[in-house]
């Protein structure tokens, strides 16, 4: 359990995806202008990077490594990784048609998301067992969903301040960004 408490901890603070890794950073800068918009992206991508982590580990642990195929670990997460966010598209297309709707190209865009891939190709290299990997997937996303939230909360209020002609736009996006990776930068003496 304590192994599990660290994991959570070190995925979604200490090694932010986005903020220490950077990875993600298509839908990070994308996706964060309205908080509404950011939190349904974040459920989404906690949705598909938990699923994959488990499914990746699966397979991984019980395909690619009995039949001496672990080289072939990148496609095959890809594959699922693909498969994994059309089913999560189709959902939200039936079920939240506004949600789908104020994510457009960006929920397509999860497929090609790297913190995606990074999380499943993290987990092998990590040697994390099935639920190790699970958890893992679960508090990067987490992760994700917090720095996405945090800059749509920050772009929503810039968004009526008094800033410099040069900063405007995605400059001061740009900068609000390394200073947020600044300030995740504390979380390192958590572990």
Do not use: H, W
Not at 84 to 106: D, H, R
Not at 140 to 168: C, W
Not at 169 to 183: D, E, W
């Amino acid at each position: 359990m304590k192994e599990l408490l660290i994991i959570i901890i070190s995925s979604a603070l200490v090694n932010n995806v986005v903020l220490s890794q950077f990875l993600g950073l298509c839908p990070f800068l994308g996706v964060s202008k309205k908080i509404e918009t950011a939190a349904g992206m974040g459920g989404a991508v906690i949705c598909v990077i938990t699923l994959s982590s488990f499914v990746t580990g699966l397979i991984y642990k019980f395909i690619l490594v009995p039949t001496n195929l672990a080289y072939l670990q990148t496609i095959v997460f890809i594959l699922i990784i693909a498969a994994l966010v059309q089913f999560v598209e189709m959902f939200l297309k039936k079920c939240i048609p506004s949600l789908y709707q104020a994510l457009g190209v960006y929920l397509p865009l999860i497929t090609t998301n790297c913190a995606v891939l990074g999380v499943a190709l993290n987990n092998v290299q990590d040697n994390y067992t099935i639920l190790e990997g699970t958890v893992n997937g679960f508090a990067t996303a987490v992760g994700f969903t917090i720095a996405i939230v945090l800059m749509a909360g920050i772009r929503e209020k810039i968004e009526y301040n008094d800033i410099p002609k040069s900063f405007q736009g995605f400059p001061i996006v740009l900068l609000t960004a390394g200073l947020m990776a600044i300030a995740f930068f504390g979380f390192s003496g958590l572990i």
